[in-house]
């Protein structure tokens, strides 16, 4: 029994190798690769890690400002909010097996990956640019609306992620020349990042100075932060409609400058690069049965959990930073320029974890990044706003 699973290994082994040398040939014959040395030009990688950008640049903007979008201007309850928000992330972790599922029995002349990259992207503009308007509607309906548009977005984005993550197994069979290829990924992904923060904290500041909620008029002897059942707080401070208008028009260029360079990254991606075919095969069929292979897997499961916890506590503090600096600290002038301080401390330390990975191990320094990132978690709740005893 143990010989016959033996023999089959080994042969799967040896087919998967003889299917990348024939793969390499062809890449050689086509131009994708330098012969003999079987690297990705510069172009390639180039066109390759653009990709990259769309995914994390909509994801950081939602993370970042959809929290006080939707509070300040289209004016939704917190509750509401919350719904919204976490059907969202739940409907994505729906998502995800599913395309990935429909993917692996993708079979098209333009390769398996590349097509899933491409026909998306005008329903994700779509979609991303209706989370940004404001309807005249009431307020329940508006939260369907949020929330239709919300998880949608997200269906069409795991579309582009979900592929584009798998098409570096597809790019080349050299290892090194994957690596190489992550790396300017991860370049052009901490690019999206800023370009998040840059783009729509630009486009508030621009457009959305006068709009506030005017936090003095709480009733500071209430036991809770905020003593009313709905957001009459948020919506009765507004200066007036004019400034709320403005605001929404702000967020809906930025959505729309930023959607402009989603289509650009996905159609540099699709037509920059090519994928070899048929590279990976899964011998299972049906989707329960596959997904019952991956969730057998003990060491996957480990790790799915504690990169589920660290993902929820990191996307909580970014959902609220927004609101914490404006009405907790008094510093929402200062938000946009927070970010871009955080995000470029982040680019500037990324060679020190790319050195600590080396020397000490993936798993030990996500373990070290972890057990920093705890105390400055917990440093937040004792910032106060010193304008309080000032006045």
Not at 154 to 162: D, E, K, M
Not at 191 to 219: E, R
């Amino acid at each position: 029994m143990n010989e016959t699973e033996s023999d089959d290994s080994c042969r799967e082994s040896f087919n998967f190798k003889k299917s990348l040398g024939i793969k390499k040939q062809k890449f050689e014959q086509d131009g994708l690769m330098i012969k003999n040395e079987g690297k990705l030009s510069i172009f390639q990688k180039i066109c390759f890690a653009v990709g990259g950008l769309p995914y994390q640049m909509c994801g950081n903007a939602l993370g970042l400002f959809i929290s006080p979008f939707l509070l300040e201007v289209s004016q939704i309850r917190p509750k509401q909010v919350s719904v919204i928000l976490f059907s969202g992330r739940g409907w994505d972790a729906v998502t995800d097996p599913l395309i990935g599922f429909f993917v692996n029995r993708t079979n098209t002349r333009f390769g398996k990956l590349r097509p899933w990259i491409l026909f998306p992207v005008p329903f994700a503009i779509f979609c991303y640019i209706m989370i940004w308007y404001v309807p005249d509607i009431s307020r329940s309906s508006k939260t369907i609306w949020y929330l239709v548009f919300y998880c949608f977005f997200q269906t069409f984005l795991s579309c582009l992620h979900v592929p584009y993550t798998s098409l570096t197994m597809y790019l080349t069979p050299d290892q090194a020349e994957r690596d190489s290829a992550t790396g300017y990924r991860m370049v052009f992904e901490v690019l999206g990042v800023l370009l998040a923060a840059v783009i729509q904290g630009i486009m508030i500041s621009i457009y959305g100075s006068t709009v506030n909620c005017d936090v003095t008029t709480l009733n500071l002897k209430s036991t809770t932060p905020f003593p009313y059942n709905d957001s009459s707080l948020i919506s009765n401070n507004l200066n007036d409609d004019s400034d709320t208008n403005k605001l929404s028009e702000g967020y809906l260029i930025s959505a729309s400058i930023m959607s402009l360079i989603y289509l650009i990254c996905c159609l540099t991606t699709f037509f920059g690069t090519k994928e070899m075919k048929d590279v990976i095969t899964d011998h299972n069929k049906e989707f329960f049965k596959s997904f019952k292979s991956v969730f057998s897997h003990k060491s996957y499961i480990t790790l799915l959990l504690a990169f589920l916890f660290n993902s929820l506590a990191v996307q909580l503090v970014q959902s609220n930073l927004a609101l914490f600096c404006k009405y907790t600290v008094d510093a929402g002038d200062q938000y946009q320029y927070l970010i871009i301080v955080l995000l470029v401390s982040s680019i500037l330390s990324l060679p020190l974890w790319q050195y600590l990975m080396i020397k000490l191990g993936k798993k030990t320094t996500y373990a070290v990044g972890l057990i920093l990132l705890i105390p400055n978690l917990f440093v937040l709740l004792y910032i106060e706003n010193t304008s309080n005893f000032k006045n």
